[in-house]
């Protein structure tokens, strides 16, 4: 079975690679791989790299670089904002965002977000494995959790913003992200889901004042707020993403 990891370190024909502890075990205890064997690594700025394994101890397993297997490619700039929920689903917001393309997670707080803390160290594992698993060539950043009005403020005006809002007063999607776009490149956007109490009207005014909003409606049903994240993902890549 072939294994690709996500390394830290710079990648490049002739290097060396010193696992942490926790790879070291996963290569040599789980997937029980020996002196010789092949894996790939990336670490998001190199491209894709093809090593074999020096040193197989219990907690330490090095690596040697041999040949550079893809070059780094250019990804869509998509932020995905989003009001945290519980620990179970946040996992598959993580991992399918992940999956599906997006540059960067951002829990955003908002008056009537119900959980109050976020473990971002875990999202960020569950993004590394997904992207790992997904042949994704880097790893969305993974951002502490901020207020609401502090992710306004901190948006670039140039940024374009996808508000889900769930008044459903917004455009069809397709249209709406289609004209928004630049014909020759969709540039850079952020996607905002709020908590499934939805966003109060102080909030949603706030939101469509920031010049750089678009928004859009998700269909006829309320969604909850980890299928609404998978759906505006979708909708944005099949309007003007890199499907």
């Known amino acids: 079975m072939s294994v690709r990891l996500f390394v830290e370190g710079a990648l490049g024909s002739g290097s060396a690679v010193l696992l942490d502890r926790d790879q070291s075990h996963y290569l040599a205890n789980v997937m029980r791989k020996k002196q010789g064997d092949m894996v790939s690594l990336f670490n998001g700025k190199d491209g894709e790299w093809q090593a074999t394994l020096a040193t197989v101890e219990k907690r330490v397993v090095s690596l040697d670089v041999i040949q550079q297997t893809r070059i780094q490619e250019t990804e869509p700039d998509l932020w995905l904002a989003f009001a945290p929920i519980k620990k179970a689903r946040l996992d ?46 880097t790893v969305p950043a993974v951002n502490d959790a901020t207020k609401l009005d502090a992710f306004l403020t901190e948006l670039p005006a140039d940024r374009k913003l996808m508000f889900c809002d769930e008044d459903k007063t917004g455009e069809e999607s397709h249209a709406a992200l289609q004209s928004a776009a630049s014909k020759a490149e969709p540039g850079a956007w952020a996607i905002l889901i709020g908590p499934e109490g939805g966003f109060d009207d102080a909030e949603r005014e706030k939101i469509r004042s920031h010049p750089g909003c678009v928004p859009v409606s998700l269909g006829p049903r309320v969604l909850r707020a980890d299928t609404a994240a998978m759906a505006a993902i979708s909708l944005w890549q099949s309007a003007i993403g890199d499907w």
Request: glycine content about 2%; some cysteine.
């Open 92 to 137: 598959f917001i993580a991992q399918k965002a992940t999956e599906l393309g997006v540059s960067s997670l951002t829990p955003v707080m908002t008056r009537r977000t119900i959980v109050d803390r976020v473990k971002t160290d875990r999202m960020l594992t569950n993004a590394i494995e997904a992207a790992e698993q997904c042949e994704r060539l």
